[in-house]
């Protein structure tokens, strides 16, 4: 069947039935890329890597440019931001695969923490761009609203999940013999590459990144998560608008896991996040939101991807013994570099949406609007009727 190439699910292969996507999508998903990709050169030469995708790297922040970025806001803040990385925490595992240091900022005085984490997929780059948006707009305002979010909660922005993948222009990471500097290979010769969106599982956890930032989680235990990702292009078959942000998450809400998962509270929180942001966003000026899917009628519920094992409280390496769990979403920006569909044009207005939904979502949780919202709103969000969900434990399962 034809591989669908909406975000979340390219590195598996559906085994269920024929599903028309709703768009026509280029052929070239992430694992046509891969295959393209020429041997690595190793961290020094990471930023000159040739980008395998047809995206003008001019669009794309780097690596570099989020700690350029975060370091002048820590000078600029007056105390306001703590910039910090994992090795300064002290978790046990502290650098990306290829040795990048792992950044954090932390904004807010609160009890409450909430976890913001971009670009777990390194071509889907805008995650980066729009938390620094959202951050410097934090420290800098004074309105009401923003001295509530930050008095009520600490918030740990994650602009850059996966420093390689975002150096290379890849959606996974690559396994890295530190001796050799070079990635390990596997069977067939090829780098072993890795998911980071499925590596929080039980036999997972390949990626250096992964134990990271996993370890990190436990010992900050947020009370909600978003997790911003891009998906393919996308036009709502009803009206033919283009959809530029999609809402979910990767356990599908009404589906096989959530309900099931203290009495199905991150089920209606999630209905609730979603719908609250959709209301604040949706036709704010180029702004279409609709219901994350994975193709006409598909949903994912994945239990490898990190706001997944969040929600389901995976206890890995002992490491979570009170089985601490917290409700998440996705936000889906439109457009890939894979597909080189984000150009310098589209740039500005597809940051500017995440940024406000961000600060929908913030504003909202802090207000309590979100938690106060009928979760039947979630049936009012665009949406096809959800016909199958698709898996990584049971492959694809009909609604
Ligand atoms: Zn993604």
């Given at each position: 069947m034809?591989?669908?190439?909406?975000?979340?699910?390219?590195?598996?292969?559906?085994?269920?039935?024929?599903?028309?996507?709703?768009?026509?999508?280029?052929?070239?998903?992430?694992?046509?890329?891969?295959?393209?990709t020429?041997?690595?050169?190793?961290?020094?030469a990471?930023?000159?890597?040739?980008?395998?995708?047809?995206?003008?790297?001019?669009?794309?922040r780097t690596?570099?440019?989020?700690?350029?970025?975060?370091?002048?806001?820590?000078?600029?803040?007056?105390?306001?931001?703590t910039?910090?990385?994992?090795?300064?925490?002290?978790?046990?595992?502290?650098?990306?695969?290829q040795?990048?240091?792992?950044?954090?900022?932390?904004v807010?005085?609160g009890?409450?923490?909430?976890?913001?984490?971009?670009?777990?997929h390194?071509?889907?780059?805008?995650?980066?761009?729009?938390?620094?948006?959202?951050?410097?707009?934090?420290?800098?305002?004074?309105?009401?609203?923003?001295?509530?979010?930050r008095?009520?909660f600490?918030?740990?922005?994650?602009?850059?999940?996966?420093?390689?993948?975002s150096?290379m222009?890849?959606r996974?990471?690559?396994?890295?013999?530190?001796?050799?500097?070079?990635?390990?290979?596997?069977?067939?010769?090829?780098p072993?590459?890795?998911?980071?969106?499925?590596?929080w599982?039980?036999?997972?956890?390949r990626?250096r990144?992964?134990?990271a930032?996993?370890?990190?989680?436990?010992?900050?235990?947020?009370e909600?998560?978003l997790?911003?990702?891009?998906?393919?292009?996308?036009v709502?078959?009803?009206?033919?608008?283009a959809?530029?942000?999609?809402?979910?998450?990767?356990?599908?809400?009404?589906?096989?896991?959530?309900p099931?998962?203290r009495?199905?509270?991150?089920?209606?929180?999630?209905?609730?996040?979603?719908?609250?942001?959709?209301?604040?966003?949706?036709?704010?000026?180029?702004?279409?939101?609709?219901?994350?899917d994975?193709g006409?009628g598909?949903?994912i519920?994945?239990?490898?991807?990190?706001?997944?094992?969040?929600?389901?409280g995976?206890?890995?390496?002992?490491?979570?013994?009170?089985?601490?769990?917290?409700?998440?979403i996705?936000f889906?920006?439109?457009?890939?570099?894979?597909?080189?569909s984000?150009g310098q044009?589209?740039?500005?207005?597809?940051?500017?949406?995440?940024?406000?939904?961000?600060?929908?979502?913030?504003?909202g949780?802090?207000?309590g609007?979100?938690?106060?919202?009928?979760?039947?709103?979630?049936?009012?969000?665009p949406?096809?009727?959800?016909?199958?969900?698709?898996?990584?434990?049971?492959?694809t399962?009909?609604?």
């Amino acid at each position: 069947m034809r591989e669908m190439d909406h975000t979340c699910i390219i590195s598996q292969t559906p085994s269920g039935p024929q599903i028309s996507r709703r768009t026509a999508l280029t052929a070239l998903g992430a694992l046509g890329a891969l295959a393209a990709t020429p041997a690595l050169a190793g961290p020094a030469a990471a930023t000159t890597y040739p980008n395998p995708n047809n995206t003008p790297t001019s669009a794309i922040r780097t690596y570099g440019d989020m700690i350029k970025g975060l370091e002048q806001l820590q000078r600029t803040s007056r105390g306001a931001v703590t910039v910090t990385t994992l090795r300064e925490v002290g978790t046990a595992e502290y650098l990306s695969e290829q040795g990048r240091e792992l950044y954090v900022a932390q904004v807010g005085t609160g009890t409450r923490h909430l976890w913001i984490q971009g670009r777990i997929h390194g071509d889907e780059p805008y995650g980066l761009d729009s938390l620094m948006t959202v951050l410097r707009s934090l420290v800098s305002s004074g309105s009401p609203t923003y001295r509530q979010i930050r008095e009520q909660f600490t918030i740990h922005f994650i602009p850059v999940y996966n420093p390689d993948g975002s150096e290379m222009n890849t959606r996974t990471t690559t396994l890295w013999d530190e001796t050799t500097n070079q990635p390990r290979l596997g069977a067939n010769g090829r780098p072993l590459t890795v998911d980071l969106n499925r590596d929080w599982a039980v036999n997972g956890f390949r990626a250096r990144e992964s134990r990271a930032w996993y370890e990190y989680w436990t010992m900050v235990k947020p009370e909600y998560a978003l997790d911003i990702h891009h998906q393919g292009m996308k036009v709502d078959r009803t009206t033919g608008e283009a959809i530029t942000l999609s809402l979910g998450v990767s356990l599908a809400p009404g589906g096989p896991t959530l309900p099931g998962i203290r009495g199905g509270e991150y089920d209606v929180l999630t209905r609730q996040m979603a719908g609250h942001v959709w209301q604040q966003v949706d036709h704010r000026g180029h702004i279409t939101t609709d219901r994350y899917d994975v193709g006409e009628g598909v949903v994912i519920d994945i239990h490898g991807g990190v706001v997944s094992a969040m929600m389901m409280g995976l206890n890995w390496n002992g490491l979570n013994p009170t089985g601490h769990s917290n409700a998440a979403i996705f936000f889906e920006t439109s457009g890939n570099t894979r597909d080189g569909s984000l150009g310098q044009k589209a740039r500005g207005k597809l940051i500017q949406q995440n940024v406000l939904g961000v600060e929908a979502w913030l504003s909202g949780l802090a207000t309590g609007a979100v938690q106060r919202l009928d979760p039947e709103i979630w049936e009012q969000i665009p949406h096809d009727p959800v016909q199958y969900y698709f898996t990584d434990w049971g492959g694809t399962i009909p609604a």
